[in-house]
């Protein structure tokens, strides 16, 4: 079975810059989660949606948004890029049933110049 | 307080030996706990996942869980060099969705 996807791969974009980064979760897979890892730390929870509904938000500002699709994929929006918002952007999937395990994609790196 | 802590290392550990990483974690509601292993330039990759007291074994890996004590462990056993990567510790709550906490990574290096 194929893993989770997202595209793109890496992205530049300048600052005030808007951005839309795609994730495709495992079949079968209904949640899916976001989150943001910058150099030398953890990834940082963003997002979290299950069945189209969003269940839990990140501490990150407005700029950032997100949403689910009827097929389960899922788009993570930023406007208004800041230099700082450059990191390694992370989607997993989980199938929700009683199993709390994630499964991360590839990621997206973006770069803000 | 870190919400997960984790010791950054790095760990350099003898090929064949048992490698021994360690993460503790502020939230006494947490209910699951995962750990992660990440290669440089990729993204984590899930490797085991403990959710009640005591050892979980799979293959060369041993996770351990002590919940009063708010610690969980992970023992690798027959250590590669293949097992030179950053071991992430992440830990969820359970409540209405699955936020993960991660800590900062144990970099991890296997001498030949």
């Known amino acids: 079975d194929a893993g989770v996807t997202q595209s793109p791969t890496h992205l530049i974009k300048t600052r005030g810059q808007h951005v839309t980064l795609r994730c495709s979760p495992i079949?079968?897979?209904?949640?899916v989660s976001w989150y943001q890892q910058v150099l030398g730390q953890g990834p940082q929870f963003i997002f979290q949606?299950?069945?189209?509904?969003?269940?839990g938000r990140g501490n990150f500002p407005d700029r950032f948004s997100a949403r689910q699709f009827p097929n389960y994929s899922s788009e993570l929006n930023v406007n208004a890029l800041l230099l700082g918002d450059s990191a390694l952007y992370l989607c997993a999937s989980s199938n929700s049933r009683g199993s709390y395990e994630q499964y991360f994609g590839p990621g997206t790196r973006l770069t803000v110049t | 307080q870190k919400e997960v802590e984790q010791n950054s290392g790095p760990l350099s550990v003898p090929e064949g030996a048992i490698a021994s990483l360690n993460c503790t974690y502020s939230d006494r509601v947490s209910q699951s706990f995962f750990w992660y292993r990440q290669y440089s330039g990729k993204s984590p990759e899930l490797i085991m996942s403990?959710?009640?007291?005591g050892d979980k074994e799979d293959g060369r890996f041993t996770a351990q869980l002590n919940k009063a004590s708010q610690y969980v462990s992970l023992l690798i056993r027959d250590s590669q060099p293949s097992d030179s990567a950053t071991y992430l510790c992440?830990?969820?709550?359970?409540?209405?969705?699955?936020?993960?906490?991660f800590g900062t990574g144990t970099r991890l290096t296997i001498i030949p």
């Open positions: 949606y299950y069945e189209k509904e969003e269940r």
């Open positions: 403990i959710y009640s007291n």
């Open positions: 992440a830990v969820g709550t359970n409540f209405g969705n699955e936020k993960l906490t």
């Open positions: 079949s079968g897979h209904k949640s």
